[in-house]
């Protein structure tokens, strides 16, 4: 990893950058709900950046991420792509609020990567039918790699939020419990201001908004995160304005520093200019794209091989169970 000085040399150097993330829906940018702060963070930040969407690794941890010259911001190290970027002073939102106190932002942003996160893929995983999962992550991919994807992540979940068949009903409760205290502390810190802390963004700004664009975009009517949303009419307006101004205003994006969207799906990000022109690196930085992108596709082909093996082994192991069973156990249906 580039040290502080070269990484924000690179990031003023590179004549673009690309945010890496799942594909849109719902009316979003970008429908995957770990995706969506970093990229309300970078308009924030008014960065240029093209969007570029990945949909060869459905389950991947180190999605999204940002491309800056030779530099990568990875979701899965160094505590993700926006602590990344506040890390190695690239652009850090918080910077500008120095009279701030820092347990109060700290304390803020726990409440909602943790109970708001929580009940949203709570929501997300355990509590819907499967068809929002299959719309955001598998929907390019065949229906028994899809299935099995879809399964495997509800377990993770399940574990990850301690559920189990005795507990079930009782972690509920607590899930919705601190989701409301979340929304309630949120929205008092709010009040009428037009964010979370004084007059300007924060990157807490950045990650409540993308949480709350996702229940209220995403989320069926009949979701109880919804509902307990929508009791706070702040938060509600707080929403809804920062919607219009970055990812409504795209006809002002050379005003704003909003980025446009490349619609590509493959796994290696191609730059692309604002105004939808091809961008056209330098030759020696075309061979070395060139490459990278042969190295991406190899990686994709051997995902997409082993997603395959892995569904044969399991129908294969399965054959003589009962479907019904499964379902049973883990709670869920999955719908293609």
């Known amino acids: 990893m580039a040290s502080a000085a070269a990484a924000a040399a690179e990031w003023e150097e590179a004549e673009r950058k690309v945010l890496v993330a799942r594909k849109a829906a719902f009316g979003l940018p970008t429908a995957c709900p770990t995706c969506l702060p970093v990229l309300l963070y970078l308009r924030m930040c008014n960065v240029p950046f093209d969007i570029h969407i990945d949909s060869s690794f459905p389950d991947a941890d180190h999605i999204p991420y940002v491309e800056f010259g030779e530099c990568v911001a990875f979701n899965n190290e160094k505590g993700g792509v926006i602590e990344y970027l506040k890390e190695e002073k690239i652009v850090d939102l918080n910077?500008?609020?120095p009279s701030i106190s820092y347990s109060d932002v700290l304390s803020t942003k726990a409440m909602v990567l943790t109970w708001l996160s929580d009940a949203l893929q709570y929501e997300l995983w355990l509590a819907s039918d499967g068809s929002i999962p299959h719309d955001i992550y598998f929907s390019d991919l065949s229906w028994p790699v899809g299935k099995i994807l879809y399964w495997k992540k509800t377990r993770e979940v399940k574990q990850q939020l301690g559920i189990t068949k005795l507990n079930a009903a009782e972690k509920e409760e607590e899930i919705y419990q601190k989701a409301n205290a979340a929304y309630d502390a949120l929205s008092t810190r709010l009040g009428d201001q037009i964010f979370l802390f004084e007059n300007s963004p924060t990157d807490v700004d950045a990650l409540f908004l993308g949480h709350a664009l996702f229940v209220l975009n995403v989320l069926p009517d009949t979701s109880v995160l919804r509902s307990c949303l929508q009791k706070y009419d702040n938060l509600v307006n707080f929403t809804k304005h920062l919607k219009v101004?970055?990812?409504e205003a795209d006809s002002d994006s050379s005003a704003t520093g909003l980025?446009?969207?490349?619609?590509?799906s493959s796994s290696t990000p191609r730059k692309r200019a604002s105004s939808g022109r091809s961008y056209k690196p330098k030759p020696r930085a075309k061979k070395e794209r060139t490459e990278e992108e042969k190295k991406f596709r190899r990686k994709a082909k051997y995902f997409l091989a082993t997603q395959l093996v892995a569904?044969?082994?399991?129908?294969?192991?399965?054959?003589?169970?009962?479907?019904?069973e499964?379902?049973?156990e883990d709670g869920v249906d999955y719908e293609d």
């Open 326 to 328: 499964l379902d049973d």
């Open 245 to 247: 101004q970055l990812l």
């Open 95 to 97: 910077s500008k609020h």
């Open 311 to 324: 569904v044969l082994l399991f129908l294969s192991l399965m054959g003589g169970s009962d479907s019904s």
């Open 259 to 264: 980025g446009s969207t490349d619609p590509s």
